[in-house]
């Protein structure tokens, strides 16, 4: 199967491991949920495992777990304040989630959650869902506050109002579209440079000396796409972070 | 669901390469051949990551989380532990300091005051040895100057006498006879006024 190695789009698709079909919906066990199970199964044991011994003086391990940990409840704090660290374990999941999703996908022949835009919006729904229940649980209709900015002159109110909707309404968008579009984009140029590779090696002498420019490449972007992993995970979080504070301070 | 293999093969690369551009803007005409915005595998996807992120969220909040929170308060307080610890030597350190200063500057009073008593006694000493030798001197000028005074009205006295001898033996030489002794005596006292 070489042509598949060269088809960028094969990794991406979705196949029934355990078929299931619940009330007309197609709910099978796929390669898909597979991978979900597999990034919690690693993260949770990452986590639990580095912190068994409960060391006082860390070792190499539990400082990875401790630094995320810290890491996010440093970002938790300093976005939506003291109040904010009640969201700190959903935070703290989406950020591990995440990361270790993209992570996880890097390695070859390995299926990415977050290459999938139900799954990323999913988890964006998650936040905003979060949002706006404890906004309102919270504030009731204060939590509209949101939508008018203070010392705003009445005759822009109208407008500024109809903008504020839009970019709230706009958020779970970009917050799944980012992370979605980002890891798809990383793992099809990937996959093209690989294919390159293949390609061209088959070429016979001359091929193979022209493959080294993109192999070079599909290094130097396996090194980028481990930046873009965390990254993606990093923004996904503190953006999170700033919404949850919006929740939790509707007037601006 | 991809299409005829040979087509797909020749294809699939330039069309992956539009739709890494546009499959997010226009998945319409891809829907059946772009896995991610394949409606067909929502529901499954939806309820595997509802359920796996849930128990990935109890089991952190439940687990993990209270751990590594109570690793590093433990590792807090015992800082802080040490640190009051520090402190606290460090006070008992400066109390030590600050009693033996006292106590140094207790011993330098002391022996000042010291010093000052046997100086100020020294110096009392020797002024009563002094006016004492001062009296004994004064007296014995006085008596001094007494005994100057006696022998000096003696010797007057005695000039007076030499004188009026001196006198009589003079006016007996040059005039002859006997002489007055009372009229001499006057006359010289006359003279020596």
């Known amino acids: 199967m070489a042509a598949d190695k060269v088809d960028p789009i094969h990794q991406f698709q979705i196949h029934p491991i355990i078929p299931l079909h619940i009330g007309g919906y197609d709910v099978s066990f796929t390669n898909s949920a597979l991978f979900m199970v597999v990034t919690i199964v690693v993260a949770s044991a990452f986590l639990y495992m580095s912190t068994a011994s409960r060391a006082l003086i860390p070792g190499r391990l539990q400082s990875v777990s401790e630094m995320a940990y810290e890491f996010v409840g440093n970002m938790l704090r300093d976005a939506a304040g003291k109040q904010g660290m009640q969201f700190f374990p959903l935070v703290f999941s989406l950020f591990m989630f995440v990361l270790v999703a993209n992570l996880i996908g890097l390695f070859p022949y390995f299926f990415t959650v977050t290459s999938h835009i139900i799954v990323t919006f999913t988890l964006a729904a998650l936040v905003i869902g979060t949002v706006i229940v404890y906004g309102f649980a919270k504030h009731g209709f204060g939590f509209l506050k949101l939508f008018v900015p203070h010392g705003v002159p009445g005759y822009l109110l109208p407008l500024v109002v109809a903008i504020e909707v839009v970019s709230f309404v706009s958020r779970p968008v970009s917050l799944s579209v980012r992370l979605f579009a980002n890891m798809l984009a990383g793992h099809i140029t990937l996959k093209v440079f690989s294919g390159f590779v293949v390609s061209l090696s088959a070429l016979g002498a001359v091929g193979i000396a022209g493959s080294v420019l993109p192999l070079a490449m599909a290094v130097a972007l396996s090194a980028l796409e481990m930046l873009v992993a965390f990254l993606q995970a990093y923004v996904f979080a503190v953006l999170t972070c700033m919404y949850l504070n919006d929740a939790l301070h509707p007037s601006h | 669901m991809f299409v005829t293999s040979a087509f797909a093969q020749e294809s699939a690369p330039a069309t992956a390469e539009g739709n890494t551009h546009a499959g997010t803007t226009v998945p319409a005409e891809e829907h059946e051949t772009f896995p991610p915005f394949n409606a067909a595998t929502f529901p499954s996807q939806i309820l595997w990551l509802v359920i796996t992120f849930a128990l990935f969220y109890l089991f952190l909040k439940r687990v993990v989380m209270p751990r590594i929170g109570d690793i590093i308060d433990v590792r807090n307080d015992r800082i802080t532990q040490d ?58 000028l006085g008596e001094a100057e007494a005994s100057i005074a006696s022998i000096k009205a003696k010797a007057m006295k005695e000039v007076g006498t030499i004188a009026e001898d001196t006198t009589s033996a003079i006016v007996e030489a040059l005039v002859g006879g006997k002489t007055d002794k009372a009229e001499i005596s006057a006359a010289v006292k006359s003279a020596t006024r």
């Open chain 2, 83 to 140: 640190l009051d610890h520090a402190a606290r030597l460090k006070g008992e350190a400066d109390a030590a300091v600050a009693a033996y200063e006292q106590e140094l500057a207790e011993a330098k009073a002391r022996a000042n005051a010291i010093g000052q008593q046997a100086s100020e006694a020294a110096k009392a000493d020797a002024e009563s040895t002094r006016k004492k030798l001062e009296a004994e001197l004064e007296k014995k």
